[in-house]
């Protein structure tokens, strides 16, 4: 399809173009097929990269190709190398970089107030909420081996530490989510009590089924990847006529989603995501234009399992956006070298269960 359209199209805008980051992506391929043929390229987002900062070559080479160079000599100028070859390269100096694309004429930001349309203060606010060890503990085995096998010196056949990896991130995570869900269940209860309506951020179907049947009295709905169009629009009707006081999304879904800001300032993270960027994107389904009331974005953090290492990673990835979107913003500290983010939370993990890593596969 996208050979078939790419001769016939002299103008294109990507809306959205941070999904254009993955360079092995379907939609990378038919994206740049699509861009090849045509005279005008534009790329548009609030949050043009959601990770590090390697991921604006990748964007680059689609809107502006060679403007940045080679991928190697991008790298060589702008970034720390990366270890694990997975296009996790960080920017140095981010604000520098901001300023070089500014003046190349390849970056061009619009803040609201720049073209007249403010919106009410947006507040983000940490709080930490306990989680139930139980939920942590029962894992512990199985984390521990993961861990171990991830940390390993010793060379592992093929895959194997990246299977241990995607493995270990899903099962810390969804422990940590499931331990804090009587404690955010009644955290947005609270604020549902209290005359808000909330849009609740999670990641994980046994967090979502959790919090539905601790709410299920104030009628939660859902609108996830599992939900067909028809029933995410149903969900959403129900939200914003009023029949429901809590929205539940996933934090990767709601693309395009519009109207809920008519209803609700309240937004709150139940679950992190990696990426700073998709939480830019949650909080702006409720903090745009029709917004009337000041914002509240509430993370929740527990002190135990996947949420101290994410967080932590977090504020180093918003440095990589922020110093390049905004090179006025006060610098953000950036608290590591390594960007092996499942490495980190192995180590952090075996340390907080007095573990030593293993030496053999």
């Not at 140095?92 to 073209?115: H, N, Q, S």
């Not at 992190?272 to 994107?281: A, K, N, R, T, Y």
Request: charged share 30%.
């Amino acid at each position: 399809m996208a050979e078939t359209l790419a001769g016939y199209i002299r103008y294109i805008v990507f809306d959205e173009t941070q999904e254009l980051r993955r360079r092995q992506s379907d939609k990378y391929a038919a994206a740049k097929i699509l861009a090849s043929k045509t005279d005008y390229r534009l790329g548009l987002s609030g949050t043009p990269i959601y990770n590090y900062g390697a991921e604006f070559w990748n964007i680059l080479d689609i809107l502006s190709p060679g403007s940045l160079g080679s991928r190697e000599e991008f790298v060589r100028e702008w970034c720390t190398p990366s270890r694990d070859n997975r296009e996790t390269e960080k920017l140095i100096d981010p604000k520098a970089f901001g300023a070089w694309i500014r003046r190349e004429g390849l970056m061009l930001r619009r803040t609201k107030k720049d073209v007249g349309r403010e919106l009410p203060p947006l507040s983000r606010i940490v709080e930490s909420v306990p989680s139930d060890l139980e939920a942590l503990d029962r894992i512990k085995g199985s984390a521990v081996e993961l861990a171990k096998t991830i940390l390993s010196l010793n060379p592992l056949a093929r895959g194997e530490k990246f299977r241990a990896a995607e493995e270990f991130n899903m099962l810390m995570r969804q422990a940590t989510g499931i331990s804090k869900c009587p404690y955010v269940a009644q955290f947005v209860r609270l604020l549902v009590e209290n005359g808000e309506s909330v849009v609740l951020y999670g990641w994980h179907r046994e967090v979502y089924g959790l919090w539905m049947e601790q709410l299920s009295d104030l009628n939660p709905v859902l609108y996830t990847g599992s939900e067909s169009p028809k029933e995410k629009e149903k969900s959403k009707e129900a939200f914003v006529s009023g029949e429901a006081k809590i929205l539940i999304i996933s934090l990767r879904a709601g693309a395009g989603l519009d109207g809920l800001q008519h209803v609700t300032s309240t937004v709150v993270f139940g679950e992190l995501d990696w990426s700073p960027g998709v939480h830019e994107q949650c909080i702006g389904r409720v903090f745009r234009d029709g917004q009337e009331s000041p914002v509240m974005a509430y993370f929740l953090l527990a002190d135990e399992g996947s949420d101290p290492v994410v967080a932590d990673v977090l504020g180093i990835k918003k440095g990589q956006i922020e110093g390049v979107r905004d090179p006025a913003a006060d610098p953000i500290e950036d608290l590591a070298t390594d960007p092996g983010r499942i490495k980190r939370l192995a180590e952090e993990y075996l340390k907080t269960h007095g573990e030593k890593a293993s030496m053999t596969a």
